[in-house]
């Protein structure tokens, strides 16, 4: 065997717990596909094997992919299927190895309820459907799609509007523009467990210091005169320069004591850029030839104001976010409670809703150790693909289901594993809550408590790959390289060194300063013409074309 080929086989090794770091075109694929059947070669029965995979297509594709292939050994001739086994690493289980592997697709198709390859919010459905009075949820329960989520937001906010809740509401609309409100909405389940309990300390979060209000920021900054200082200014500065027209235009717009009338002094008096951006332009508000005008009084007065403006800038900024956090709990812990009552009167379940019950009913119910006792009794492998894309709660679901693998004696007698594939490059940041810290916290955590227990965790890594040029891959080594990198992702080998490939750098395009106007008819999300993208894509058909 080449070494990519011995890599994989080392990967797909049933008997050892593995975490395995997989390039992209290295095979992952396979490498799940060969675990599941030596598994089930080595006489696992289907129905403890666990899979969980990040999209219905990928389940889809690995389900057809193992049945495909426990087919083909179905009808293969024996020296056919020794080689296949043998590729496959498996050489010397007994004089029954191919009945045994002949009768797996049989065994495979016969199982009830079908081989476990699914997504993870698929298998939290099913947990709370088996287990519905323990999980305190209808057991004909819908799991709802984003289109009547939206709908259903869209009802609550207008009863929100009409009711006690609208001063809530209308703290953070002030805030937000709408389209930043409905993600906010939308991402409120997802985070929820920040919404529970106490208050936090958000003094201590933004590190103001203990008592600070707006009150007592407002005296460190203003002496009370400052509306007759600008009253003063503004028209003498307008008599002058451009520049001077600009602070003239800024102070005219002062909202006078107020966290918003000290960001428009530090937009008006601190710099923007250079080395130490946000620092008091003393001695620079004024330009010379408006100086004698405005005369030395004012100007030391302007200074003074500026310095003092950029003291209170990190406390003026703490303080709002401060206010921001607060008006978000105080909205969230209102909407909340009502957006789960207008779904439980539907009888409706959304994704965040099947990851947070699974996790409670597994962790924090009174009945979490009947459902693991049941639960134990029925898997002792787990699978988890794309873990790079795996949200802290859906490690916490993962977690919960793996701490009796490591508890002593289970329901049987049985080697249990743990296998997690994924890549950190590939990592879909954010989306669906992923989680790279959450990634490299649950390898520990799996490392040391299979440690702990005499088992070990493997960690392999998949560096091949099949589908791309060295010229290629190097180029992505090169971005991750670094500190400006992930750090610890896996260089690429190519499979194929001698492929031809080459890798051509483009410009960044600019967005335009001013988009051209589009016709009064285009609906509103048209981008016009001149558009970044719109160009960008036209350069890229250009040259395919070419």
């Given at each position: 065997?080449?070494?990519?080929?011995?890599?994989?086989?080392?990967?797909?090794?049933p008997g050892?717990s593995?975490?395995?770091?997989?390039?992209?075109?290295?095979?992952?694929?396979?490498?799940?596909?060969?675990r599941?059947?030596?598994?089930?070669?080595?006489?696992?029965?289907?129905?403890?094997?666990?899979?969980?995979?990040y999209?219905?297509?990928?389940?889809?594709e690995m389900?057809?992919?193992l049945?495909?292939r426990?087919?083909?050994?179905?009808?293969?001739?024996?020296?056919a299927?020794?080689?296949?086994?043998?590729?496959?690493g498996?050489?010397?289980?007994g004089?029954d190895?191919?009945?045994?592997a002949r009768?797996?697709?049989?065994?495979?198709?016969e199982?009830?309820g079908?081989?476990?390859?699914?997504?993870?919010?698929?298998?939290?459905?099913?947990?709370?459907?088996r287990?519905p009075?323990?999980a305190?949820?209808?057991?004909?329960?819908?799991?709802?799609?984003?289109?009547?989520?939206?709908q259903?937001?869209?009802?609550?906010l207008d009863?929100?509007a009409r009711?006690p809740?609208a001063?809530?509401?209308?703290?953070?609309?002030?805030?937000?523009?709408?389209?930043?409100?409905?993600r906010?909405?939308a991402?409120f389940?997802?985070?929820?467990?920040?919404?529970?309990?106490?208050?936090?300390?958000?003094?201590?979060?933004?590190?103001?210091?203990?008592?600070?209000?707006?009150?007592?920021?407002?005296?460190?900054?203003?002496?009370g005169?400052e509306?007759?200082l600008?009253?003063?200014?503004?028209?003498?500065?307008r008599?002058?320069g451009?520049?001077?027209n600009?602070l003239?235009?800024?102070?005219?717009?002062?909202?006078?004591p107020?966290?918003?009338?000290l960001a428009?002094?530090?937009?008006?008096?601190?710099?923007?850029?250079?080395?130490?951006p946000?620092?008091?332009k003393?001695?620079?508000h004024?330009?010379?030839?408006?100086?004698?005008?405005?005369?030395?009084?004012?100007?030391?007065?302007l200074?003074?104001?500026?310095?003092?403006?950029e003291?209170a800038?990190p406390?003026?900024?703490g303080?709002?976010?401060?206010?921001?956090?607060?008006?978000?709990h105080?909205?969230?812990?209102?909407?909340?409670?009502?957006?789960?009552a207008?779904?439980a009167?539907?009888?409706?379940?959304d994704f965040?809703?099947?990851?947070?019950?699974?996790?409670d009913l597994?962790?924090?119910?009174d009945?979490?150790q009947?459902?693991?006792?049941?639960l134990?009794g029925?898997?002792?492998?787990?699978l988890?693909d794309?873990?790079?894309?795996?949200?802290?709660?859906?490690?916490?679901?993962?977690d919960?289901?793996t701490?009796?693998?490591?508890?002593?004696?289970?329901?049987r007698?049985?080697?249990?594993?743990?296998?997690?594939?994924?890549?950190?490059?590939q990592?879909i940041?954010s989306f669906?809550?992923?989680?790279?810290?959450?990634?490299e916290?649950?390898?520990?955590?799996?490392g040391?408590?299979?440690?702990a227990?005499?088992?070990?965790?493997s960690?392999?890594e998949?560096k091949?790959?099949?589908?791309?040029?060295?010229?290629?891959?190097?180029?992505?080594d090169?971005?991750?390289?670094?500190?400006?990198?992930l750090?610890?992702?896996?260089e690429?080998?190519?499979?194929?060194?001698?492929?031809?490939?080459?890798?051509?750098?483009?410009?960044?395009?600019?967005?335009?300063?001013?988009p051209?106007?589009?016709?009064w008819?285009?609906?509103?999300?048209?981008?016009?013409?001149?558009?970044?993208?719109?160009?960008l894509?036209?350069r890229?058909a250009g040259e395919i074309?070419?």
């Open positions: 065997m080449d070494e990519a080929t011995l890599n994989q086989v080392r990967a797909a090794e050892a593995t975490w395995l770091s997989a390039n992209a075109g290295s095979g992952k694929t396979k490498v799940l596909i060969d599941v059947a030596r598994l089930l070669l080595h006489g696992t029965p289907p129905q403890r094997i666990l899979c969980l995979t999209t219905k297509a990928a389940a889809s389900q057809n992919r049945f495909q426990l087919g083909e050994w179905a009808m293969l001739d024996d020296a299927l020794i080689d296949r086994l043998r590729a496959m498996e050489d010397g289980l004089a190895l191919l009945p045994r009768r797996l697709f049989a065994r495979a198709i199982t009830p079908g081989l476990k390859i699914q997504t993870i919010h698929a298998f939290c459905s099913s947990l709370l459907r287990f009075l323990e305190a949820v209808a057991p004909d329960f819908t799991e709802v799609e984003e289109r009547s989520l939206q259903l937001r869209l009802e609550l009863r929100f009711g809740q001063a809530a509401m209308e703290a953070l609309l002030v805030r937000l523009n709408e389209e930043a409100f409905g906010l909405l991402d389940g997802r985070y929820r467990d920040a919404f529970s309990g106490p208050m936090p300390d958000l003094q201590r979060l933004f590190d103001l210091p203990v008592g600070l209000d707006e009150d007592r920021l407002l005296a460190q900054v203003l002496e005169d509306g007759d600008l009253a003063r200014l503004v028209p003498k500065l008599a002058g451009a520049n001077d600009k003239a235009a800024k102070l005219a717009v002062w909202h006078g107020s966290l918003t009338g428009d002094l530090e937009e008006a008096l601190l710099t923007k850029s250079g080395a130490n946000f620092t008091a003393s001695g620079k004024v330009t010379k030839g408006t100086q004698a005008a405005v005369g030395p009084d004012d100007l030391a007065a200074d003074a104001l500026g310095e003092r403006v003291v800038r406390l003026r900024l303080l709002d976010s401060q206010r921001m956090a607060e008006a978000l105080r909205f969230a812990r209102l909407w909340l409670p009502a957006f789960d207008a779904k009167r539907r009888g409706w379940l965040d809703d099947l990851i947070r019950l699974a996790r597994l962790g924090k119910s009945v979490a009947w459902v693991l006792f049941k134990d029925g898997i002792d492998h787990i988890v794309e873990a790079q894309d795996t949200s802290p709660g859906q490690w916490q679901v993962i919960l289901l701490q009796e693998f490591t508890a002593g004696q289970g329901a007698d049985e080697v249990r594993t743990i296998f997690v594939v994924g890549d950190r490059k990592s940041y669906q809550g992923a989680d790279l810290q959450g990634f916290q649950t390898r520990a955590l799996f040391e408590r299979l440690a227990a005499g088992q070990g965790l960690l392999l998949l091949h790959s099949f589908r791309s040029s060295d010229a290629v891959l190097r180029l992505v090169a971005c991750f390289a670094g500190a400006g990198g750090g610890g992702a896996p690429h080998l190519a499979f194929h060194p001698a492929m031809a490939g080459r890798v051509d750098l483009w410009p960044a395009l600019p967005k335009p300063d001013k051209d106007d589009t016709d008819e285009s609906p509103l999300d048209r981008p016009s013409p001149d558009d970044a993208e719109l160009v894509a036209r890229i074309r070419a």
